[in-house]
């Protein structure tokens, strides 16, 4: 599955190739970023998998998912900071709701932390809404957490 989107390709991950992309992408974006094991061990899950963006043959940013019978809960998403605000999200986002989500599963759930406002403005644009707070959701900082959610029915 390849999707394209003007000059970006969207695919799903794979694990031996894309884990030093994903260990980059999260140095270069959290205080506290992911090693390759984290990653190993979240993709080796098989409830789990995720999506890679690229332009040409440079990975931008990356998408993890876990997906349930009835809803796909995002993981977490990540973007190269020089290569924001050109359609990497958004196109990591529109892949997995075209793919992820159907007829019994049309819910693509989020937690978003109550700091991170750049987020929550993505997450809005993407069209999901914040549906509750979860008091000290974040175990490392005791921030809430934003619950959001896109649904297919109210697409
Ligand atoms: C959130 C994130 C993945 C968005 O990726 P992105 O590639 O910059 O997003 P896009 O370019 O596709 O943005 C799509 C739309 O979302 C909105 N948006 C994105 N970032 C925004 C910001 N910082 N402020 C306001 N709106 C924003 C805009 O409407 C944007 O469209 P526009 O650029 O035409 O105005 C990226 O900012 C990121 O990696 N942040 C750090 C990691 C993080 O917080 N991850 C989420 C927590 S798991």
Redesign the pocket.
Same mark, same amino acid.
């Given at each position: 599955m390849k999707t394209k989107s003007g000059k970006l390709t969207v695919r799903p991950i794979q694990p031996v190739l894309d884990i030093k992309h994903l260990v980059a992408i999260d140095a270069s974006?959290y205080k506290a970023p992911w090693t390759a094991a984290d990653f190993s061990a979240f993709l080796d899950q098989h409830t789990c998998n995720g999506y890679v963006v690229e332009k040409g043959n440079k990975v931008l940013?990356y998408l993890l998912y876990e997906a349930a019978k009835h809803s796909v809960y995002l993981h /977490?998403? /990540?973007?190269f900071p020089a290569?924001? =605000?050109?359609?990497?999200? =958004? /196109?990591l986002i529109n892949c997995a709701v075209e793919n992820l989500l159907k007829k019994a599963r049309k819910v693509l759930h989020?937690d978003?932390r109550e700091t991170?406002l750049?987020?929550q403005?993505?997450m809005r644009?993407?069209k999901f809404r914040a549906v509750s707070v979860i008091p000290e959701y974040y175990e490392d900082t005791h921030e809430d957490s934003f619950r959001m959610e896109f649904r297919l029915d109210t697409k």
């Open positions: 974006c940013g /977490s998403m /990540s973007v290569a924001r =605000r050109q359609g990497a999200g =958004r /196109s989020t978003v991170n750049s987020c403005l993505f644009a993407m």
